[in-house]
């Protein structure tokens, strides 16, 4: 089956650091991935929409110089979080999906945000 | 605007039935999915319905119902490993997934 990773799987930094994390489809060409955020008891939300080779679409509220998305290749994309603060801490969780009329999103384990 | 939902929490009991259902309203439908998320774990594909009907794999099943803009999922033979959150999703008609809030599934013995 489509296998994403992420890394790190958790993080704790200092407010006003940056964190960069990576999303990887290990065994598929991904053209586009997504990357989303979910707080505790909520659902997740789309941040941004990234395709390879292009910029990111992002969704109305997402800081674009925030939180900056590379999709360099097919089979990566990686989200930064810039200054972070408190508030940024969250799960990130980033989908992968094949093809634009391959419905199915592949989820990576997630990664745990913390700034202290 | 688009809208998705599901209740927010649902308790049933250890070998029971539950059906957890979906209500969409969305720019165009290129099919609906069903979630499974354990606390502090990403989601894990259950099914995908894109006709209408009824699908069925093992313990889960998910209909389908365009006309109404519907779906259930419905879980038999509920163990105390199924607690967890279930996500319905939309995908729209630029093939965006749509996501509903997520129904809390509490099993007791």
């Known amino acids: 089956g489509a296998v994403v990773s992420q890394h790190p799987s958790r993080v704790i930094c200092k407010s006003g650091t940056s964190v960069k994390i990576e999303c990887r489809s290990l065994d598929f060409q991904a053209t586009t991935m997504f990357w989303y955020r979910q707080f505790p008891k909520q659902s997740l939300m789309l941040m941004a929409t990234s395709n390879e080779g292009s910029k990111a679409t992002y969704e109305q509220g997402v800081e674009k110089d925030k939180f900056l998305i590379n999709h360099a290749s097919l089979t990566l994309s990686t989200l930064t979080v810039t200054s972070a603060h408190p508030e940024d801490s969250s799960f990130y969780i980033c989908?992968?999906?094949?093809?634009?009329?391959?419905?199915?999103?592949?989820f990576g384990p997630g990664t745990r945000l913390t700034v202290l | 605007g688009q809208n998705i939902d599901q209740p927010t929490e649902m308790t049933a009991t250890e070998g029971a039935i539950v059906q957890i259902n979906c209500t969409y309203q969305t720019s165009g439908f290129n099919g609906l999915f069903w979630y499974q998320q354990h606390a502090g774990e990403a989601p894990t594909f259950l099914s995908y319905n894109v006709l209408d009907g009824l699908e069925e794999k093992g313990r889960f099943s998910s209909f389908l119902s365009r006309s109404k803009g519907y779906s259930y999922l419905l879980l038999k033979e509920l163990q105390m490993k199924d607690s967890a959150s279930y996500l319905c999703a939309v995908s729209d008609s630029n093939y965006q997934l749509i996501w509903g809030a997520g129904t809390k599934l509490i099993i007791k013995p």
């Open positions: 989908s992968a999906r094949i093809g634009q009329d391959y419905n199915e999103q592949f």
